[in-house]
Structures are given as C-alpha cells and as structure tokens.
C-alpha cells in the first residue's frame, strides 16, 4: 500500500500568493517524522521542512509551514508568498519508527509560479 | 566543496559498459543513501550504508554493486545495465540514526542514460 499519497500532480499559482499542496500518509507506528523537499529543474533535492508525530506545534521555517493534522493523517505544505523560485517538484517524506532513517517518498506535486 | 557532491552529472553509456558513480558528502555523516528517481514514479530507496556498512538492499538486481569505502565516499559500480535503468541516481547522506529527525541530505543527481 502506498504510504504517502500526493493527489495533486500540478499547480499553478500566482506569484506573491499562497499555495497549499496536499500529503496524507499512512502508517501504524506512533513515532515517525515527515518531511518536505523541493526539486528544482535542476534535479538536486532540497530539503525543506520536518515535523515529528509528538510535535505539538506546526513546524514553519520561512515562508514554508506544515500544517499537520495527525487524526487525519494530514502534513500539507503551505508555501506563502509564492516567487518564481518557488517553481519546482515537490514532495512529501516519511520515516517511521525510531532508530528507523529510511524515507518513503510520495509521487510529488509539480508547482508552477505565474508572474 | 560543501554538501553533498555527485559526479558524473550526466552520464551515457551502452549496455555492455562497465561504469561508476561517486558520491561525497562533507558533512560529517554517518549514514549514506543511492536512490533511483524513473520518470513518473516516486523515489525509489536502492541501498542504504550507515557507518560503512551496508544496512539496506532493496532489491536491485546485481547489475548495481554499491561500494563504501569510508563514511565520506559512496559508489555505485554498473555493469551490463538494462535500458530501464535510465533514470536520475541521486545520493543522500544524514546524521544517522542517533539523531532525531534523519533529515537527509541530497545531492545534484547523475542523470543516466543506458543505450
């Protein structure tokens, strides 16, 4: 079964707008992490933003926020104030269990920034 | 050099050749990833070495032989490859482990093309 499902296969947003790009997971354990990256044409992969299954606070770093809803399984990425930097391949990650560091990817979501 | 460095950058190379990618990180980690990366599909874990040694094989044919010489350096030795296998093999390396979060690190990818 797929443990990281990303329904949307491409955006295109607004630059200076908002965009909110969907990530649900599945999984048994009680401790994992879930992560974002960011894949420019380019190829390399960026890492963009962690939160963990006890965290109480949605994590945010910059204009990055996750919005993580555990009883629905839910870790969307909010990305404000979109810059035509921001156009690239996205995807959600997750580790599960402790001591466990393998990531499961989920297909990405490509966004596209309209200047 | 910072990061995570992969060379080749790009690769062409017929099925009866024999050829290597190699991957350093300079971030002082402990844990060492190759993934494979196919048009439409998600990122595909192939082999995992923490501390040098090979804790993970997810099945890939003999045709990929990784080596791990020290906790810097990752190769990925092909032989007699398939036409499928072109594809984009990016490296990760992380903390390992021992730290909370198991963020990795990528580097640029070598995109490979098998004729």
């Known amino acids: 079964a797929q443990k990281i499902t990303q329904t949307q296969p491409g955006m295109f947003v607004q630059e200076k707008e908002a965009v909110t790009l969907d990530c649900t997971y599945d999984t048994s354990d009680q401790s994992y992490g879930l992560f974002w990256y960011k894949q420019p044409s380019s190829g390399e992969m960026i890492f963009l933003i962690y939160q963990g299954s006890y965290d109480e606070q949605n994590a945010t770093e910059g204009r990055y926020s996750l919005n993580f809803q555990k009883a629905r399984k839910s870790a969307n990425l909010v990305i404000s104030a979109s810059q035509l930097g921001d156009s690239a391949m996205y995807f959600c990650?997750?580790?599960?269990?402790?001591?466990?560091?393998?990531?499961?990817f989920g297909a990405g979501t490509t966004v596209t920034v309209r200047a | 050099e910072t990061g995570v460095t992969q060379t080749p950058r790009h690769l062409v190379m017929g099925m009866t050749n024999k050829k290597s990618l190699k991957c350093e990180q300079h971030l002082g980690h402990n844990a060492m990833y190759w993934y494979k990366q196919s048009a439409k599909k998600p990122l595909e874990l192939m082999f995992v070495y923490n501390f040098k040694e090979q804790t993970e094989n997810n099945s890939v044919p003999s045709r990929f032989s990784p080596e791990c010489p020290n906790s810097s350096h990752l190769f990925l030795h092909l032989h007699t490859l398939q036409p499928e296998d072109s594809a984009l093999y990016l490296c990760?390396?992380?903390?390992?482990?021992?730290?909370?979060?198991?963020?990795?690190?990528f580097g640029p990818g070598t995109r490979l093309t098998v004729t």
């Open positions: 990650a997750m580790r599960e269990g402790r001591g466990d560091y393998k990531l499961s």
């Open positions: 990760a390396s992380s903390p390992g482990p021992q730290t909370a979060t198991y963020e990795q690190y």
